[in-house]
C-alpha cells in the first residue's frame, strides 16, 4: 500500500464559505433504482467549491494562503486571498508556494498559476483548467498531473496537445490556467488492500465467470470455464472492450487535428 506525500500542505481547516454538504446517492437515480453498480459506504466528506473561472476577478492580484488536500478530487488546491478581501478554492498547479501572487488577465506574466486568454498564451507553454466555451469555466485537463501543450495558433482557434495525445482546436477568446496540475504522484499510487477501497465508496465487484446462467452471459457451467463467447460484453449484452461510443456525427468532430493514440496493452 502506498499514499501521496502531503509534504507542504498546510495543516489548517478548510474554508467554511466554500463548503458544501453533499449527499451520497451510491449510484442510485431519482427513483432509488441503482443505475452504477458497486457504490456504497465511504467516509463522509463535504465538498470544497471551486472557482474554475476567475473570469470576475480579471485584474485583481491574489495571494496564495494555503495548499490543501480536497477528499473530492485527485489534485491538490490552493486558498487565495484577492486583494479586494475575496477569499476563494484555486486549483494548485505543481509548482507553486504559499506566499506566492497570481493574477487572472486578458494577458499576464508567463508565471505558473496565472490565468489568461490562450490567444496570448506562446506556443510551447503547459496549460490546464482549459475554457472549451468562452466565460463557462475551465471544462477539461484538470485532474492531477494533467497539462495540455500550446501547439499553435490559427484563425481563431489555439491547437493544444491534450494528455491523451489527441490534438484539438479551442476557441482562443477562453481562458486557460499556466502550469502543471498538482499531485502528479497520483497515479502512482497502490490501494494496497480492499478495505481502503471500501473508505473510498466503493463496494466488492463479482465476476461475471462466478455467477449463474441467469445473473450473467459468461455464467455457469461445471468448474471454470471460459468466457464461450467472441467478444466481451456486460451483464446486459452490450459490447465492451474496443468497441466505438464515441457518436460518429458528434458537431465537435470537426475540432479534432489529430486523433489520440491508442494505447497496447502489455502482455
Not at 505558473?112 to 503547459?126: F, H
Not at 484539438?168 to 478495505?195: C, F, M, Q, T
Amino acid at each position: 500500500m502506498t499514499v501521496v506525500s502531503f509534504k507542504g500542505l498546510s495543516k489548517v481547516s478548510p474554508l467554511k464559505s466554500a463548503l458544501l454538504a453533499s449527499k451520497k446517492t451510491a449510484g442510485r437515480n431519482n427513483l432509488g433504482r441503482i443505475t452504477v453498480r458497486h457504490r456504497g459506504g465511504g467516509v463522509k466528506r463535504a465538498y470544497r467549491m471551486v472557482d474554475f473561472k476567475q473570469t470576475d476577478k480579471i485584474g485583481v492580484p491574489a495571494k496564495v494562503e494555503t495548499l490543501e488536500y480536497d477528499p473530492n478530487r485527485s489534485a491538490f488546491i490552493m486558498k487565495v486571498l484577492y486583494r479586494d478581501g475575496d477569499r476563494r478554492y484555486l486549483l494548485a498547479p505543481v509548482n507553486i508556494q504559499i506566499g506566492s501572487e497570481i493574477v487572472t488577465a486578458l494577458e499576464a506574466a508567463l508565471e505558473e498559476g496565472n490565468r489568461m486568454a490562450l490567444k496570448n498564451i506562446p506556443v510551447g507553454y503547459s496549460v490546464y483548467n482549459v475554457e472549451l466555451q468562452p466565460g463557462k469555466g475551465g471544462q477539461i485537463v484538470k485532474s492531477a498531473g494533467a497539462e495540455a501543450q500550446v501547439l499553435a495558433h490559427e484563425s481563431g482557434y489555439t491547437h493544444l496537445k491534450l494528455p491523451s495525445s489527441e490534438v484539438r482546436k479551442v476557441l482562443w477568446d477562453g481562458y486557460a490556467s499556466l502550469g502543471k496540475v498538482s499531485n502528479p504522484e497520483h497515479n502512482l499510487v497502490v490501494i494496497g488492500k480492499a478495505g481502503r477501497k471500501r473508505l473510498m465508496g466503493v463496494r466488492p465487484t463479482v465476476r461475471g465467470s462466478a455467477m449463474n446462467p441467469v445473473d450473467h452471459p459468461y455464467g455457469g457451467g461445471e468448474g471454470r470455464q471460459p468466457r464461450g463467447t467472441k467478444r466481451p460484453k456486460s451483464k446486459w449484452g452490450k459490447v465492451t472492450g474496443g468497441k466505438k461510443t464515441r457518436n460518429k456525427k458528434k458537431w465537435s468532430n470537426k475540432l479534432i487535428v489529430k486523433k489520440k493514440v491508442k494505447k497496447r496493452r502489455k502482455k
